[in-house]
């Protein structure tokens, strides 16, 4: 009578990430904080680098006249000029200020441009496995999600994709580096979506947009190169933050940008303004804004994620297990050892080790391993891992 | 093409405090900045008070390990049982950290409360002349906003409340300390207006939510008390934000605060928190959390802009405008002394001053001052209104 029936609906369906949160809490009351071994979360336990630490420091003990009212919704000049001379070193496109709007994280970017672009009904697609907000972002502004598969390494089918295509889509989300998978997509994969786009948009005479989540951009193993999205489709949207290059999920400060020639880019932006004000999130927070500004070029040590990938990702391989390599993010998305990724994951609980079933990203069979934790975590999940893979016989 | 339909109607529509941002902006290019006297916008000029630059730089200087990762949806327990804690203080009624959801700011709050109770068509009243982002906070969850006038003291009329009430009504939004007018709610108007929404949830057999802003709580004038909503109606949901009574408005720190005793209040608290996490709020900035967890008694200097509003209220009346003397909030709202507010707002711009027409705010026929701004832009402004006074024969 009083809660609105879809948010009911959508709460009951609810998020295994939470849900993990909440049985782990339990565990973790049981048997002590120190033998729970909690890969459930990614919420980095790396602490933000020290030029964050400095530039905070700084700004406290100088405080900037009016450095915490409101500024104009799309956020300090200053600070949107930073990230887009930023960009356009990335890049070798020419972004301004114009075409960076400051946000609430990605995902007060993604709500933002969602609301910005679609008409009760259009169509966005996702590629399964996918982080399972992006249902409900895309729910809060009346769109519908359209879940298109991706292949054994994780990789979107792009024959799927072009089926799935109608006059109706009017985005298609990406998150390289992936959450929940690790995987990075290839420069000559983005190329061939972006072809793929394009066709379609002459096809129906749309616009279709390529909302690029790159909240992992920074994070990425094995000396490879993160590849622009930008270059493959002048219809690009990417929305990202700081919250896992300098560690500050908590604080909730981020960005979008667009593509500098992307058509009615002008209008477009306008919306995210305005979305971005009366939506509620007014502004990005000011301090924080201020705070980034000169922190473009720093990232926490991605070496040490890497250190704690291979190690995770070898014992694994040696237990038995099957799964994609990961190349960025902090995550890895094994085969669940069991049909059923529900059963599999109370199997490790037992063992006190928390995952999320791979249902909770749309792939069933898999479960989620989120290894941005301590390496004590990470060293004392291993028997648990070990105990199930000889209880069923992996090797 | 691009954009969606609804938000470039909306859009058009625009915000009138936005478009007289950008005529100002103009002006002060053209005659230097401190030769136009802008009181059109709600940005106080006051700097936090000192406990706040104290809180912030303990916290710096002394960060707490993993003072920016993620916590609980909600916000951390500490600051949610201070924020309750407080509300106990004042109100004498038990609240716990349970009925408190930690937001980005009242803006945040309000889109949260409204998404967690609306199902689509559902109807909320707002009383003119309101603050007009509530029209789109409504829209943005499907909603229909209904307006409801208020009397020549801006105190909303409740025979009209009654008439706008049906079965579809979910909830009223009220806002005293007021945006625009600076008129405070007695209590015993909101005792009848408890009275009211009761006896129409008894005919109706449904919950009406009193949505209570208090953005402006603390800035209140005269030794008047602000009055609990709290006590008046069973199914009250508060929405407040630090960003007036700690001047942090750039930071995005606020909170929902429900009546303890509301019914399903635990299923409403949960969407609260699903709907901060889904419209991606995610939760309120991590830093700010931590530092308005000691300052829930401390408020910027309410002398200070007592002493502010007498000046311009003073001079206002003696040159003949007519308006209600505000008793808190730091806005007045005269009646424009020619039929067309905007076309008075012009006549004001042509001497520097800029001000916002009612029909910004639903009520043509008046205009809105803001007076969080330096006493030099308020003397400054004087010139301004005298001649326009003087032109119209106010006096």
Redesign the interface.
């Known amino acids: ?8 609906a ?2 009951v369906e609810g ?1 295994w990430v939470r849900k993990m949160f909440e049985e782990g809490a339990v565990l973790k009351q049981r048997y002590g904080e120190e033998n729970v071994f909690d890969l459930s ?1 990614g ?3 790396m ?2 680098p020290p030029e964050f ?1 400095q530039e ?2 700084r700004l ?2 100088n ?1 900037l ?7 104009a919704n799309a956020g300090y000049s200053e600070t949107r000029a930073a990230v887009a001379a930023q960009l356009s070193l990335e890049t070798s496109l020419e972004f301004t200020m114009n075409d960076i709007v400051m946000t ?2 990605a ?6 441009v969602l ?5 009760p009904g259009e169509e966005v697609v996702v590629f399964a496995p996918y982080f399972l ?1 992006f249902g ?2 895309i729910d ?2 009346g769109g519908v999600t359209k879940v298109v598969p991706t292949d054994e390494q994780f990789i979107p089918k792009l024959d799927a994709l072009e089926a799935a295509i109608t006059a109706r889509t009017k985005g298609v989300i990406i998150n390289s580096p992936n959450n929940p998978t690790g995987v990075v997509y290839s420069e000559d994969f983005i190329h061939q979506l972006g072809d793929l786009l394009g066709r379609k948009e002459s096809q129906y005479g ?2 279709i ?1 390529l909302i690029s989540d790159e909240a992992y951009r920074k994070i990425i193993y094995d000396g490879l190169k993160y590849p622009p999205v930008f270059h493959h489709h002048r ?1 690009t949207v990417v929305t990202t933050s700081h919250s896992k290059d300098l ?6 400060i981020g960005y979008i940008a667009i593509h500098p020639e992307c ?2 880019r002008e ?2 932006v ?2 995210f303004i ?2 971005n ?12 804004q201020h705070a980034v500004q000169n922190l473009q070029q720093v990232t926490v040590s991605v070496a040490e994620y890497q250190k704690k990938r291979d190690f995770l990702y070898g014992h694994l391989v040696e237990m038995g297990y099957s799964l994609v390599k990961p190349q960025g993010a902090f995550y890895m998305f094994p085969k669940s050892p069991l049909e059923d990724d529900v059963a599999f994951v109370n199997e490790l609980q037992q063992w006190n080790v928390l995952a999320v079933p791979g249902r909770g990203f749309g792939s069933p069979g898999h479960f989620r391993l989120s290894y941005c934790v301590s390496d004590r975590t990470l060293e004392g999940s291993l028997a648990g891992f070990k105990k199930a893979a000889q209880k069923l016989n992996l090797c």
Chains 1, 2 share one sequence.
Request: proline share 8%.
């Open positions: 009578m009083s809660i609105s029936d879809n948010v009911r959508r709460m998020s979360l919420n980095p336990v602490e933000p630490a905070l420091k406290v003990e405080p006249p009016g450095m915490h009212r409101y500024m609430c994280g995902a007060g970017g993604l709500n933002v609301k910005t672009i679609l008409n907000e409900n972002y809060n502004h749309t616009h947009f219809h560690a500050l999920p908590g604080e909730r058509s009615q209008e477009l306008g919306g305005f979305c004000r009366t939506l509620g999130f007014v502004n990005a927070p000011a301090l924080m």
